[in-house]
């Protein structure tokens, strides 16, 4: 379901992320509430930026949820590759990221709020399975 000021605000309870005027987001809902919601933003006709987030211990990845997440960047915008952010740290995620076809691109180091080192992931539109 689109809804980027909804899904901005669930992932914002996660992890900080900006805002730009070109932000759209989905949400995946279960019994009224979001359990999960991805953002996409700062789409500059190639590359859009991935954040997602969702409530521990939910099951919340549905095929249909997943089909729409991957077909709003490579279906309706037309971009070349999706890239993801994630602190080096959350080793959870970037398993997940990983899971999906996302493949580690670069490191930045200590660039996190905290100082930390941020793990970059790309996917390219021919190495999607779900769109």
Same mark, same amino acid.
């Given at each position: 379901m689109p809804d980027g000021e909804a899904a901005?605000?669930?992932i914002n309870r996660f992890f900080e992320?900006?805002?730009?005027?070109?932000l759209k987001g989905l949400c995946q809902f279960k019994d009224g509430e979001i359990i999960a919601a991805v953002i996409f933003d700062d789409f500059n006709g190639c590359n859009i930026f991935m954040h997602?987030?969702?409530?521990?211990?939910?099951?919340?990845?549905? /095929?249909?949820? &997943?089909?729409?997440a991957f077909k709003h960047p490579f279906v309706t915008l037309g971009a070349? /590759?999706?890239t &993801?952010?994630?602190?080096?740290?959350?080793?959870?995620?970037?398993r997940f990221a990983q899971h999906l076809?996302?493949?580690h691109e670069a490191d930045l180091k200590q660039a996190g709020k905290d100082g930390g080192d941020i793990a970059i992931y790309r996917m390219f539109r021919q190495d999607c399975?779900?769109?």
């Open positions: 901005y605000g669930f992320v900006g805002r730009t005027e070109q997602c987030a969702a409530v521990p211990s939910k099951k919340w990845l549905t /095929r249909h949820f &997943l089909h729409e070349h /590759r999706i &993801l952010w994630i602190e080096k740290s959350n080793i959870d995620s970037r076809g996302f493949t399975r779900y769109a």
